[in-house]
């Protein structure tokens, strides 16, 4: 029974008229360019090696998916943050002294647009933040 199999991987390696195929990009290539192996025998070398990069790519890509998901964790507090702290000042802004507009020009419900031009007028005249860092 051993020497049939082994017989068998010798043959499938030996005639170049025998072809498999990719699974992942179906490419055809000759059977001969492929090292074959019994599963329940031990590994040859190089499949010891391929699956020891794969592991470590996967334990790598483990790694960066942790990181990405802090990261967002991370940017969206930040932003709920800012976002909550945009809509304290908006109330407070027309209170500040040299805010170059009516307060009722300015209301809380009024459009994104004119709100952020008004919060940002504000914030220039009251120099609480420098203009070059809204453009």
């Known amino acids: 029974m051993k020497q049939l199999r082994r017989d068998t991987v010798r043959q499938l390696q030996a005639d170049r ?13 000759p059977l ?16 010891k090696q391929i699956i020891l ?3 470590e790519e996967l334990a790598e890509r483990r790694r960066e998916l942790k990181d990405r998901r802090i990261r967002a964790r991370q940017t969206a507090e930040r932003i709920t943050v800012d976002v909550n702290i945009g809509k304290i000042l908006e109330k407070l802004a027309p ?29 220039k005249v009251a120099k609480l933040i420098p203009w070059s860092s809204w453009t």
């Open 95 to 123: 209170a500040l002294d040299g805010f170059g507009y009516k307060p009722r020009d300015c209301p809380v419900r009024c459009s994104i647009r004119s709100t952020t031009s008004c919060f940002r007028d504000c914030l």
């Open 32 to 47: 001969a360019d492929a090292l074959l192996f019994y599963a329940d025998k031990a590994q040859p070398p190089q499949v």
């Open 17 to 29: 008229r025998l072809k498999g195929k990719c699974c992942h990009c179906d490419e055809v290539f």
């Open 53 to 55: 990069n794969k592991k």
